[in-house]
């Protein structure tokens, strides 16, 4: 199976932005990389995904590298809201229900 | 904006007691999961129902059965609850087959087995 590799923790000031980096280097070519984060005491909450262009919502963006070996999540100015552990996830497009989660980065915000 | 919702935010139930777990989401998803998640193991996959009175195991699901008799409805069962039971339990849906497909989460339920 496929998995991800994420920093265990990255800081950040508020306002600025953030890059969130993940390694996938045994990633299949129909694996989609979602990003989910999760905030204290809550369920995870969808951030973004893509398969091999970049992608932009009103979240963030995400960067995949041309090789599908790693990608960035980057958030363009964080708030202290977005204080949480991001999960960068690769959903088997072979199974229907499959997700391989990493450990994810905790990001810390400092007003 | 989809809503899965979870019955019980928190609970604690006694050694040997059978537990529900209701979960509700409002967007005639197919799909319907259960999950649970422990520090240092991240979420791990217990059932998962790809459509009404169908179901297949995860990873993990020794200890546990589940029921879906109407397409918004996931229940989760814990036939006698364990301590080892004790964790924060996550139903999420999404639609369709394909895996570009989000997948959408509850809060959560924080259960304890005492």
């Known amino acids: 199976d496929a998995k991800t590799t994420q920093p265990n923790s990255m800081e950040s000031n508020e306002e600025e932005p953030v890059h969130l980096p993940c390694n996938h280097s045994?990633?299949?070519?129909?694996?989609?990389i979602h990003w989910y984060r999760q905030r204290p005491s809550q369920g995870p909450e969808y951030v973004i995904h893509?398969?091999?262009?970049?992608v932009n919502n009103r979240m963030a963006s995400l960067a995949i590298a041309e090789d599908r070996k790693s990608s960035t999540l980057i958030l363009h100015r964080a708030t202290l809201r977005d204080a949480a552990v991001y999960y960068c996830?690769?959903?088997?497009?072979?199974?229907?229900?499959?997700?391989?989660w990493g450990a994810g980065t905790k990001l810390i915000i400092k007003p | 904006d989809v809503k899965v919702t979870q019955s019980s935010r928190y609970l604690v139930k006694r050694t040997g007691e059978k537990v529900f777990l209701e979960c509700v989401q409002d967007?005639?998803?197919?799909?319907m999961f259960w999950y649970r998640q422990d520090p240092g193991l991240g979420l791990r996959l217990i059932y998962f129902?790809?459509?009404?009175?169908?179901?297949e195991k995860g990873d993990i699901p020794e200890g546990y059965s589940v029921s879906r008799e109407k397409k918004e409805r996931f229940s989760l069962i814990l036939e006698s609850a364990s301590t080892n039971q004790t964790s924060m339990y996550l139903c999420?849906?999404?639609?369709?087959?394909?895996?570009?497909?989000?997948?959408?989460f509850g809060e959560g339920s924080w259960l304890t087995v005492v």
């Open positions: 999420a849906s999404s639609i369709g087959q394909h895996s570009g497909n989000t997948i959408y």
């Open positions: 967007m005639d998803h197919e799909n």
């Open positions: 129902s790809y459509d009404v009175k169908m179901k």
């Open positions: 045994t990633i299949s070519g129909t694996d989609y």
């Open positions: 893509g398969l091999t262009s970049n």
């Open positions: 996830i690769l959903r088997d497009g072979g199974s229907n229900y499959q997700l391989i």
